[in-house]
């Protein structure tokens, strides 16, 4: 089993769609949490991170659920520019981030 | 800021030649990281650094040796390249503070014929 696994998608949805992505992670002792985006052929860039108590910013919002091991991202009212890979990254412990293979989003007028 | 610098940026090599990637950051960051991207697979570390003088192994490191001898620069070795080394290479470093994530170079294409 993957340690960090995602939907690969692509999620295709209209402008101003509501979209969400899931991601579940097999070690409980994970401490911290992040959602990159990486934009094709680009290096990955850090989103936000996933804090316990959930974590919004503008139209993005992370939350955890460390019972059930995963995390989610809500992306809302989705612009062109939302298209990307969205990675969902977890903390191995001694600072190792391991990474998900992504969950592809293509946004369409 | 420059932040993370990779050089180079693309690269073809034959089979058995070897080569350096470096990757040279200005940002003080004690922790510094090599991966690998494949499609399908994610990111795959390949060897890491806790500071200078250190590194240590990762998930992937067979056929890859590195070097930090210089707090802001991580060198990555192929000593005989193999077409499975064909990816894309992306160098990374971080503060000590795992809160904070990292920040990554923007990659080197590597073709292996």
């Known amino acids: 089993r993957k340690e960090v696994e995602q939907d690969p998608g692509p999620f295709n949805v209209p402008e101003g769609a509501t979209v969400a992505f899931n991601c579940t992670y097999s070690n409980s002792a994970s401490q911290s949490f992040f959602w990159y985006r990486q934009d094709c052929r680009k290096e990955p860039k850090l989103l936000m991170s996933?804090?316990?108590s959930g974590n919004e910013d503008g139209r993005f919002t992370a939350q955890l659920n460390r019972a059930s091991q995963y995390i989610s991202l809500l992306i809302r009212d989705s612009k062109l520019s939302d298209s990307a890979t969205y990675l969902c990254v977890v903390n191995s412990g001694y600072n190792k981030l391991i990474f998900g293979a992504g969950t592809r989003l293509a946004v369409h007028p | 800021n420059a932040g993370v610098t990779q050089t180079p940026k693309f690269r073809v090599l034959k089979t058995g030649q070897s080569m350096t990637l470096l990757c040279a950051q200005d940002m003080n960051h004690e922790y510094m990281y090599w991966y690998r991207q494949d499609p399908g697979m994610g990111l795959r570390l390949i060897h890491y650094?806790?500071?200078?003088?250190?590194?240590a192994k990762g998930e992937v490191p067979d056929g890859y040796n590195v070097s930090r001898l210089k707090k802001q620069n991580f060198l990555l070795g192929l000593e005989s390249a193999a077409p499975s080394q064909t990816s894309v290479y992306f160098c990374?470093?971080?503060?000590?503070?795992?809160?904070?994530?990292?920040?990554f170079g923007s990659g080197t294409r590597l073709t292996v014929v």
């Open positions: 650094s806790v500071g200078e003088g250190t590194t």
């Open positions: 996933v804090y316990s």
């Open positions: 990374a470093s971080s503060y000590s503070d795992e809160a904070y994530g990292y920040t």
